[in-house]
């Protein structure tokens, strides 16, 4: 078997690929984050070093121990850097072509025995690993948000991957001190999300159908049911657009996304990313 991942490459640093460059820096990896823009880099340094700094204050580690895994990371634009990589991640956005283009790209540019991981919500990973000549060596690592925070890592696998490449992932999410949970098979939202959209499908459907407001909605999940986050806010916290790409893959007419969230989508509001969704977060944005 191929030693154990100690490099990784990050491809893109969006919200959730920064939040997993700082977990894999704060857990002593070697870490080459690339965005598509200058521009890109600085939020997403601004973003890390926050991090960073946030987990500092909460004695997670040190202050001058944020700045050491800080600067454990090399920022780059171009993916060529990351060929070092002993594993890369794509976290682009939720659309089929660019993730098939970026494993394409990373599959000619990293060692033959590199890990292709995709942190895709929903899209087929046996797709995205046609796109490359390795799809024995292509899985899932479907981080939930935030990364630094959340226990498990959900790990399906395609139908190609092998069960080696699926070990060496297990060893990789548990360097990051994380539990890896492996998923059999390859189906549309996989397990996690599969149970999340048909409770935010439901909550919204019960809220355009003016049954009850989302604020008591979130509460009664939360106080009746016990969960720790409503669904309104947990649609918020990952974001309405990735929430309304899961439905479309899921297929099923009952997954169609409804009305409030297509018309939230189209005009913008997507959560906390864009500082509206469900809720206004001022200041998050
Ligand atoms: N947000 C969540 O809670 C969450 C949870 C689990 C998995 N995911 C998945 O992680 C991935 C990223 O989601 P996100 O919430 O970070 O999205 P995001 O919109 O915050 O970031 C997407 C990134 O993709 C980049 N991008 C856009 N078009 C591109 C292109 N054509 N080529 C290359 N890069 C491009 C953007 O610059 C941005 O940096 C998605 O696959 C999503 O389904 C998200």
Request: overall charge negative; some cysteine; aromatic content about 8%.
């Amino acid at each position: 078997m191929a030693g154990p991942v100690t490099i990784v490459g990050v491809l893109v640093t969006g919200t959730m690929g920064a939040v997993i460059t700082q977990l894999a820096t704060q857990t002593r990896h070697r870490v080459f984050a690339c965005d598509l823009s200058a521009e890109a880099l600085e939020r997403d340094q601004l973003y890390v070093r926050d991090g960073l700094v946030r987990f500092a204050r909460r004695s997670a580690f040190s202050e001058p121990a944020a700045e050491e895994h800080y600067g454990r990371i090399h920022w780059t634009v171009d993916m060529q850097e990351i060929a070092a990589a002993d594993a890369a991640i794509e976290v682009i956005v939720e659309k089929v072509e660019p993730k098939k283009e970026a494993f394409a790209a990373l599959d000619r540019i990293l060692p033959p025995d590199a890990l292709l991981l995709t942190n895709t919500s929903s899209i087929s990973i046996t797709d995205l690993a046609s796109a490359t000549k390795r799809p024995d060596r292509v899985c899932e690592t479907h981080f939930f948000t935030p990364p630094p925070v959340r226990e498990a890592v959900e790990v399906p696998r395609g139908l190609l991957t092998s069960d080696e490449t699926v070990e060496r992932v297990g060893v990789l999410i548990e360097s990051f001190g994380k539990l890896p949970v492996v998923v059999n098979k390859d189906v549309p939202g996989f397990v996690a999300n599969r149970c999340l959209v048909p409770m935010l499908i439901e909550a919204s459907r019960l809220l355009e159908e003016g049954v009850a407001s989302k604020e008591e909605i979130d509460l009664l999940v939360k106080k009746g049911l016990g969960f720790p986050i409503g669904p309104f806010e947990l649609g918020d916290f990952i974001g309405l657009d990735v929430i309304s790409y899961v439905h479309s893959e899921l297929g099923d007419p009952y997954y169609t996304p409804l009305r409030i969230l297509k018309e939230m989508v189209r005009v913008g509001h997507l959560g906390q990313k864009t500082g509206w969704g469900f809720y206004e977060h001022e200041g998050e944005a």
